[in-house]
Structures are given as structure tokens and as C-alpha cells.
């Protein structure tokens, strides 16, 4: 910053022409260089790329919410395509839901439509509710837990079925044989067989359950990242507004003084041609 300061002042004292314009860009390069070199809040990559998520997807909001009208869902997942930026809208009443009927049609079976980490679903226009970011990692654990859920209950049934086949197969094994010993042991074996199969329910159930804490954990971290990534983001533009502000006031403050510089030099150049 001195070595510019003192390069401009030397142009104005050889009385270059066009130092006044000149040394006041300079002046400029130089304080805008010294603003910058202040640490950011978050990365300025990360900064911009969400900036640019929200202003794309903010210029297709008619075209989103024609399509959640048109669904009659509550809302849906929107996002332009990460490999042609074309925009996509998943209808759903909640984020897990349409993902979940994104991801059982066959249209995501093609790989015609790249989704990229970061979704906001966009809730329908009579809900009073602010769009949602969330990420495909989420919905793709929330959607393996369902599934687990699902297979949970079947295992259930499935037990149960079995658990009426074997008390039939006792009652007529106890009603056929003769010998008690006989019938002991078959109760036996029965009893060992559906000990393990609860055996085995149980440890799934276990397994289910950590699996749930494991996605409530990640869920909040989640939340939380996004919340402090878009503070960041506000106070990183309000820094970058008081800056502005502050650039344009010693840029007019600079102007007039290397006018007033200018007009002084003329005079005492002046006098000094007077008095030759």
C-alpha cells in the first residue's frame, strides 16, 4: 500500500498528465487488496456455491410450484441436474416420501437424472412453511431404515406363521405317538428351534434400533452444520456490504483530496512561472 502511495504521488510531482486518474485506480487496486486480505467466515467456494444453489433454483420457483400444484402433494424435492443443470421436481408429502417414489420408479433406474449432495424441498404454496435443505446421504439412510422396518415386519409374520405351524405340529405329534418320550423330545426340538428364530428376531431388532440412533445422530449434526453454514453466509454478506460501503467513502474521500493536491501544485507552478 506505501509503495503505491508513494508511486502516485511521484506521477503527480512529474506532472504526468493523466496522474489523477491513474493514482486514484490505483489507490483503489490497493484498498480493495487490503479488504480482501481479511480471513472469511467460510470458504469463499462454499459461500458461492450455495449462493448460486438458492439463486438458480429461486428463478424456476413458478415452474416448481406448478408441479407440486399439478402433484397434490404437500410439496417436492426440487434441484437442477448436476450434469446438465436441467431442473428436477420430485412431488412428495414430505422429503422421504419423494424420494422414496423417485427412487422406485423406473426413470432413476435409467441414470438420465444426476442428483447432486445438496436438495431443498419446497413446501406447496398454501403451507406456511420455508423450504428444507437436505442432503441425499440422509434420505438414503432414512430409506434403508424403512426398508430395514419393513423386512422387520415380515420377519414378524413370518415368525408367527411358523410359531402356528410348530404348536399344530406339537398337538397332533403329542396326539399321534404313543410314547411320552417321544413326544417330549419333538416338543423339545421345537421349542430349541423357535428359541433361536426369537434369537435371531432379537438380535435384528437390536441391530434396527442402533441403526435409528446412528441416523438421529447424523440427522442432527446435519442440521446443524446447515444452520451455522447459512449464518456464515448472512455475516460474510454483511461484511462484504460494510466493505463496499466503506471502499466508496475513501474513494470519494481520496478523489477530492487529490483534486484539492492538484489544484495547489497548479498555483505554485503558477507563481513559479510568474517569477521566471
Known amino acids: 500500500m506505501r509503495h503505491l502511495l508513494l508511486a502516485l504521488f ?22 480493495v487488496v487490503v479488504g480482501c486480505a ?3 467466515l467460510i470458504p469463499g467456494t462454499q459461500a ?7 439463486r438458480a433454483l429461486a428463478s424456476h420457483r413458478e415452474a416448481i410450484h406448478a408441479a407440486i400444484s399439478q402433484s397434490g402433494n404437500v410439496g417436492a424435492l426440487a434441484f437442477l441436474d448436476a450434469s446438465d443443470g436441467r431442473l428436477i421436481v420430485l412431488p412428495g408429502d414430505s422429503p422421504a416420501d419423494a424420494w422414496s417414489r423417485y ?25 406456511p412453511r420455508a423450504p428444507e435443505t437436505v442432503t441425499r446421504s440422509v434420505l438414503q439412510r432414512q430409506q434403508a431404515l424403512a426398508a430395514l422396518a419393513t423386512e422387520l415386519r415380515d420377519a414378524h409374520r413370518s415368525l408367527e406363521e411358523r410359531l402356528g405351524i410348530v404348536q399344530r405340529e406339537l398337538a397332533e405329534s403329542i396326539a399321534a405317538t404313543k410314547g411320552e418320550a417321544d413326544a417330549r423330545a419333538n416338543m423339545q426340538t421345537a421349542l430349541t428351534s423357535l428359541a433361536e428364530e426369537l434369537a435371531a428376531v432379537r438380535k435384528f431388532m437390536l441391530q434396527t434400533a442402533q441403526l435409528g440412533w446412528l441416523n438421529h445422530e447424523l440427522n442432527v449434526e446435519n442440521a446443524s452444520g446447515i444452520g451455522k453454514v ?26 477530492a483530496q487529490l483534486k484539492e493536491l492538484a489544484n495547489r501544485l497548479d498555483t505554485i507552478q503558477g507563481k513559479v512561472s510568474s517569477l521566471k
Open 103 to 127: 427412487t422406485t420408479s423406473p426413470e432413476s433406474g435409467t441414470g438420465r437424472v444426476s442428483v447432486p449432495p445438496v436438495l431443498t424441498f419446497v413446501h406447496r404454496t398454501d403451507v
Open 230 to 255: 447459512a449464518t456464515a453466509s448472512q455475516e460474510l454478506s454483511a461484511s462484504s456490504e460494510r466493505l463496499e460501503e466503506t471502499m466508496r467513502q475513501l474513494s470519494k474521500n481520496l478523489a
Open 38 to 40: 481479511s480471513p472469511s
Open 48 to 54: 458461492g456455491a450455495i449462493k448460486d444453489r438458492d
Open 10 to 31: 511521484g506521477r503527480i510531482r512529474r506532472g504526468a498528465p493523466h496522474g489523477l486518474g491513474s493514482g486514484l485506480t490505483l489507490m483503489s487496486l490497493a484498498l
